[in-house]
């Protein structure tokens, strides 16, 4: 007797968001589990794109950070490269030099960063603030003017900052990252109360927070999962928003991936360390029902890539 699957369908489905101008991406869309096209549509591939910063990383470790030793002083270079050389999907710029406790860069600064990358890329951008709650909102008013007519995404709204953000996504076009503190009620409520702004809600991302591995995996996983079974299960509007997993800035913040092999032999290479890290925590995300992720390493991004084709041999595309 021939094994017959069980197969769970449900009712909701997941937002399809579509961004970028010249070159567009689309991700989102799907009414399964992720990767489980047996049971029912997975129309887009995750995707995944490439960090680059407005200013040199001073906290990266040598192993992702000698990849961009020729580019990273300049964001412009960096972009070119990152969709000329290793063939981007995206881009993601982090304007970390805003940042009070950086080099406070001004949003004017942040913008002509914005319009300087813009005009060398064709593929879709992300622009992130610098993680500042006072300082984002400026930065991303400013930067949302620049990349006005583009059809970016931008972020991340917070519940102490989201009205501001929220007001420059809509006044220029772009989509929202609404970020909340790994709390599945937290995150509902953010996308709640910037749609109750005017913003559509199929215009919203959410991005419940990401962990390493190793560091809250776990608690990051089973967040982002029950906002899934949500969105799907329950058809809530306010949580079938896709899932944003910004999986590199953390997995490359911790010892595992940065200690150097000299000071603790027995871990190996901290540069196959590092990248393995970056790729697990990914993958991790990915199944916990991430739409898009923001990464690193070249090899790593290369491994996620060759992950996701092989979840998706069976179904998608």
């Not at 997975?42 to 990266?60: C, G, K, S, V």
């Not at 992702?64 to 300049?74: A, C, I, N, P, T």
């Not at 930067?143 to 809509?170: D, F, L, P, V």
């Amino acid at each position: 007797m021939a094994y017959v699957a069980q197969k769970e369908n449900f009712p909701g489905k997941v937002f399809e968001v579509t961004f970028g101008t010249d070159t567009k991406a689309v991700f989102g869309g799907q009414n399964a589990l992720p990767f489980y096209a047996f049971e029912g549509s997975i129309p887009n591939r995750p995707l995944i794109a490439y960090e680059i910063q407005d200013i040199t990383p001073d906290d990266w470790p040598e192993a992702v950070s000698s990849v961009y030793k020729d580019v990273s002083h300049d964001p412009v270079a960096w972009a070119r490269f990152s969709q000329d050389e290793l063939k981007a999907k995206a881009i993601a710029l982090r304007l970390i030099g805003t940042h009070p406790d950086r080099e406070d860069r001004t949003p004017a600064e942040a913008a002509k960063a914005v319009r300087d990358v813009l005009a060398v890329i064709k593929v879709p951008l992300i622009i992130l603030g610098s993680n500042s709650i006072e300082k984002d909102g400026p930065v991303l008013i400013a930067a949302a003017e620049a990349a006005s007519g583009r059809n970016c995404i931008i972020g991340k709204a917070q519940e102490a900052n989201y009205k501001t953000i929220a007001a420059a996504a809509m006044a220029n076009n772009h989509k929202l990252i609404a970020m909340s503190e790994l709390d599945v009620n937290l995150a509902k409520q953010l996308n709640i109360l910037i749609s109750q702004m005017g913003l559509d809600k199929e215009r919203i991302i959410t991005d419940p927070m990401c962990s390493a591995l190793g560091y809250g995996i776990e608690y990051t996983y089973s967040v982002s999962e029950r906002i899934r079974l949500a969105a799907l299960a329950q058809s809530d509007p306010a949580m079938q928003q896709p899932m944003l997993g910004d999986a590199g800035m953390h997995a490359w913040k911790v010892k595992e991936s940065s200690a150097p092999e000299s000071d603790i032999p027995a871990w190996g290479p901290e540069k196959e360390r590092g990248i393995a890290w970056e790729a697990v925590t990914a993958g991790a995300v990915l199944l916990a029902g991430a739409d898009i992720l923001i990464m690193r390493h070249p090899e790593a991004v290369s491994s996620v890539e060759k992950f996701i084709d092989e979840l998706m041999q069976d179904g998608g595309r």
